[in-house]
């Protein structure tokens, strides 16, 4: 089992930064795919950003490239989404998730066993 808490969401201008964070605990956190996902009300959760164990690998949804950066210190078992020149329709509840282990596929949703309860992002115009 893992379990994930995230934090850092808020309220912030169009343009401005915010970072996310997400504490992870239980089995071995180095060792599987961390993603972010996020979901607007009537929509379906999406996927955001995924960065693999070795840490050298990343993926980004079209939307967010340039803009997001997704990091992870293993030794804190956290992992980290940087939000860059933020823009309204970035407005969302994010989630951090681990992925099952050896999964090929960092953006399905259906890869991703364990998800933490979330943290609201409102960007404002």
């Known amino acids: 089992q893992v379990q994930l808490v995230e934090s850092g969401g808020g309220l912030v201008q169009a343009g401005g930064s915010l970072r996310l964070s997400c504490a992870a605990s239980?089995?071995?956190?180095?060792?599987?795919?961390m993603g972010w996902f996020r979901q607007t009300p009537g929509k379906e959760r999406e996927f955001v950003a995924a960065v693999n164990w070795r840490a050298g690998i990343t993926h980004y949804a079209d939307s967010v490239k340039g803009r997001f950066t997704i990091s992870r210190d293993n030794a804190k078992n956290t992992v980290y989404l940087q939000m860059n020149s933020l823009k309204p329709e970035d407005t969302a509840f994010y989630y951090c998730?681990?992925?099952?282990?050896?999964?090929?596929?960092?953006?399905?949703?259906?890869?991703?066993?364990?998800w933490g309860q979330g943290t609201q992002v409102t960007v404002s115009s």
């Open positions: 239980g089995r071995t956190f180095s060792s599987i795919t």
């Open positions: 998730a681990a992925q099952k282990p050896y999964s090929s596929y960092p953006s399905a949703l259906s890869e991703y066993p364990y």
